[in-house]
């Protein structure tokens, strides 16, 4: 069964750094895109960016270019999202989400990890 | 970048009534369209892609149409799983982008 299983809950002060993670498996991880999407509270979904985590080739979207860091680590089958500077702004709900099809950057998402729920408040 | 319009934002309907969502683009996407569902505090869920296709699973009661700009989704004999707020996505290019959401409530 594919599966993608995000890390737990986080509360951080502004200014911290975090690391979130989305561990995949039943698949081959370094033969499918990886992306992540924001969902602030009581808003839609916004796609933040995608890693192929096969070479580390990354996209990243114009709105979160520069903000955030996306990795992965193929050893563990993990992607990353990465905040060096947290902001109140950065709270949300993110989601890691596969793009259907081997090697397909661009197509829908039919597999979705739980979600992380990101708080960051003083 | 390419934006989704959808409506309406919300929608009040009955169980097993028939709705329709629609999703407009800015410019043409070809058939390149998802549709999400959302319950509240879960994952998104696909539900139809390439605009009319039947995501694996999904019952037959949901049902996309449309190409170019213009979109809609249309679940015949509603049932109480799908109230909930579905999204569409076009996929035309990697720089993804949503539709506002389209919240279906209870009448």
């Known amino acids: 069964e594919v599966q993608l299983v995000q890390s737990g809950a986080e509360v951080k002060e502004p200014g911290e750094s975090l690391k979130i993670s989305c561990k995949a498996s039943g698949y081959i991880f370094t033969t499918y895109w990886i992306a992540w999407v924001r969902q602030m509270p009581g808003k839609g979904l916004e796609w933040m960016g995608t890693?192929?985590?096969?070479?580390?080739?990354?996209r990243y979207s114009p709105s979160f270019q520069g903000q955030v860091t996306i990795s992965a680590d193929k050893s563990t089958s993990t992607a990353y999202l990465q905040w060096s500077s947290l902001e109140a702004s950065d709270t949300a709900l993110y989601y890691c989400?596969?793009?259907?099809?081997?090697?397909?950057?661009?197509?829908?998402?039919?597999?979705w990890g739980q979600g992380t729920l990101v708080t960051v408040s003083s | 970048d390419i934006q989704m319009t959808q409506s309406p934002s919300t929608l009040s309907a009955s169980v097993g009534d028939r709705v329709t969502i629609t999703c407009r683009a800015s410019q043409s996407i070809s058939s390149w369209l998802a549709w999400y569902r959302q319950k509240p505090g879960k994952a998104p869920k696909l539900l139809i892609y390439?605009?009319?296709s039947l995501e694996s699973g999904v019952p037959s009661r949901f049902s996309g149409s449309g190409s170019g700009t213009e979109f809609t989704l249309t679940i015949t004999s509603l049932q109480p799983d799908d109230f909930a707020t579905y999204y569409c996505q076009q996929y035309n290019s990697y720089s993804y982008t949503f539709g506002r959401g389209t919240k279906l409530e209870i009448k």
């Open positions: 890693i192929y985590p096969g070479d580390s080739d990354t």
């Open positions: 989400a596969r793009p259907q099809g081997s090697g397909s950057l661009v197509a829908p998402f039919d597999c």
């Open positions: 390439e605009a009319s």
